[in-house]
């Protein structure tokens, strides 16, 4: 097992008929094939029993103690912590757990934090990749990194992506960021491993772009473009207005977490 990366995710599942939950299972098995430990926080119903599958599959699972999604995100980085301090993890990798693609690119990802160059990674997706996107999440995601890169002075960073990379020493961003904590008008705080680099840049943190051939799984683009397409953009618009509105909080606050 690969004792430098542990690779950490949250999920929630209404019903094992959901493409997500399928292709959850083939990124927790990739993930042990590769030699990964992988933790997972479920909130899924007890009646399920997601969490027997996953650890069947060979995934460390806990479940979630408080409702919210940036609940899960704050508690899983705490548990990955306690993994680095006790194993001697060298870097944390957040996934969503539908990007199964996203396994083998973990070495070339992590490896400025290995190297000791970097405190947080962040992949950027290639035109390549760019091509296997469902078309309106290509537009919104686009959309925001433009807009983020204003904010921060990089347009190197695909904050929109979702993975990320962080050391064991900048858990803490991730970890510390509440809602009650980031100023006046709190905000939604659902995608915080995504947020975090915004907040990590105003405290010095080194942080890279590792460009990836992340190809996003076929089944889901089809999924999004076509059969449930009303849905989805609807989704995205939601996320871009809900991240964005974080980026730009955490630009400009008076900063007095740490």
Not at 113 to 118: D, W
Request: glycine share 4%; charged share 30%; with cysteine.
């Amino acid at each position: 097992m690969n004792k430098d990366v542990v690779l950490l995710t949250a999920t929630f599942y209404s019903n094992k008929e959901l493409l997500r939950y399928k292709i959850a299972l083939e990124t927790i098995k990739n993930a042990v094939a590769a030699g990964y430990k992988i933790i997972v926080l479920d909130d899924s119903p007890d009646e399920l029993n997601i969490p027997n599958d996953f650890k069947c599959l060979g995934a460390i699972v806990y479940k979630q103690t408080e409702k919210g999604f940036g609940n899960s995100r704050r508690e899983i980085f705490l548990l990955s912590k306690k993994e680095c301090d006790e194993n001697g993890y060298k870097a944390v990798v957040w996934l969503e757990p539908e990007k199964d693609d996203i396994v083998r690119l973990i070495p070339q990802i992590v490896e400025p934090i290995i190297k000791g160059q970097a405190d947080i990674s962040i992949p950027f997706r290639t035109e390549t990749s760019w091509r296997s996107y469902p078309a309106f999440q290509i537009q919104s995601e686009q959309a925001g990194n433009k807009e983020l890169a204003e904010l921060i002075h990089r347009s190197d960073l695909d904050c929109y992506f979702g993975p990320i990379a962080y050391s064991k020493d900048a858990i803490k961003y991730v970890t510390t960021m509440k809602p009650i904590d980031i100023g006046e008008g709190k905000i939604v705080d659902n995608y915080i491993p995504q947020y975090a680099p915004s907040l990590a840049l105003r405290y010095g943190a080194r942080i890279v772009s590792v460009p990836v051939d992340f190809i996003y799984n076929t089944k889901q683009k089809n999924e999004e473009d076509v059969v449930m397409k009303d849905e989805f953009v609807e989704k995205r618009k939601r996320q871009l207005s809900e991240v964005s509105a974080a980026h730009k909080k955490l630009a400009t606050i008076k900063l007095e977490i740490f």
